[in-house]
């Protein structure tokens, strides 16, 4: 049986916001307090995450005053959660019981919702409440929790650049199949227009990320997740995901076959499939 344990962390961002919003308190101040009482983003870990973050609350203070009155009405929902996990279990063939932590946080207005590691034997899905109620997201990161099962990834946060475009490509592509019926973009963009740049530099994109599909550093997987990639494009690691899946999809391959492939396979599976991607 599946189980879910839900986190709220909206109040703990509410108490960090009271006492940042004091007159005449400056961004170093703000910063502090946000480290001492809150401390959560959408981030990748160490010091280039923690400057993210600063510049993410930076960048985020005066919409948080527009919108503290929609997080302080926010209240968590875990029905949707249980219906979506059972519809990507099924859809990918999994079998065996889930156990996650749901982590409900207020981000920076980037909508940026992740997993990551929670404990010995669970993964947490985080969800920013700037999100609402998206099934779209719901759908694409209940994807990566399943996927850990039916292909014993890495939980970490490095893995191989193969593995994450395999990981976020299905996760796009089977949140295109429970919400179907909207833009290509909607399942992927994360900011107007990039999807169509993508498109338009699609084949420099893919043959430049294609020489590091063994690499696990940190400083590969930040850079074409969060970076500007080989070809100056965000994300360019979600891109040659949407493209990768989208291919075999196409020829004929189902999402729980993809979603079986092992990790250690990976770089050379998308290594096999590169040349029909190309042409």
Known sequence: MDRIELINLVPKFLAFYERARVEGMDRDERWDLWKEHYHFAAVPPG?????????????AWDQYTEQVDYIRS????????????SKVKSLLGCTESI????????????????????DE?????????????SDITLSHELTHIVHSATANLTAGWERTIASTILREGLATQVSKHLVPG???QCYIEHKE???????SSRTDIIKGIMPYLDDSSSELITRFTFG???????????????ELVNLLLEEGTTLEEIAAIKEDDMPDYIRDVYPRLLS
């Open 193 to 199: 227009g990039w999807f169509d740049s993508c498109q």
């Open 47 to 59: 010091d280039e995450g923690e400057k993210m973050a600063r510049k993410l609350l930076d960048d």
């Open 121 to 133: 034997e669970r993964l947490a899905m985080c969800i920013p409440v700037e999100c609402g109620d």
């Open 99 to 118: 156990n996650l932590v749901l982590v409900y946080f207020v981000g920076g207005f980037e909508r940026n919702a992740f997993v990551a590691p929670y």
């Open 74 to 85: 926010w209240q968590p929902e875990q029905k949707s959660v249980e219906n979506y996990l």
């Open 228 to 242: 500007t990639g080989t070809t100056n494009h965000e994300r360019e690691v979600y891109f040659v995901g949407w």
């Open 182 to 184: 909207k833009e290509d």
